[in-house]
């Protein structure tokens, strides 16, 4: 079983950057392709990137391709998502997971909020 637990939102201004984080409990962590996932109030629940176990590749929603980055660092179990030039589109909770997602890992996330 593996535990995730999400931080770093918060309330920003359109333009600014936030950085998330997910730490992971488990000895498995960097054999898990993981992903960032987020859903805004009223809408499902939607991929926003990943990153493959060993971090050398990564893939991007198109809304964020350009402006998030996704990295991860297995020695601290730890994957993260580098948000910048945020919109207020992008308000949402964010959550981490494995990609594809198992349902029985999801967290609380982080509540991301971008004024306008």
């Known amino acids: 079983q593996v535990q995730l637990v999400e931080s770093g939102g918060g309330l920003v201004q359109a333009g600014e950057s936030l950085r998330l984080s997910c730490a992971a409990s488990?000895?498995?962590?960097?054999?898990?392709?993981m992903g960032w996932f987020r859903q805004a109030p009223g809408k499902e629940r939607d991929f926003v990137a990943a990153?493959?176990?060993?971090?050398?590749?990564?893939n991007y929603a198109d809304s964020v391709k350009g402006r998030f980055t996704i990295s991860r660092d297995n020695g601290k179990n730890t994957v993260y998502l580098q948000m910048n030039s945020l919109e207020p589109e992008d308000t949402a909770v964010y959550y981490c997971?494995?990609?594809?997602?198992?349902?029985?890992?999801w967290g609380q996330g982080t509540q991301v909020t971008v004024s306008s």
């Open positions: 997971n494995k990609n594809p997602p198992i349902t029985s890992y």
């Open positions: 488990g000895r498995t962590f960097s054999n898990y392709v």
């Open positions: 990153i493959s176990s060993s971090g050398g590749s990564t």
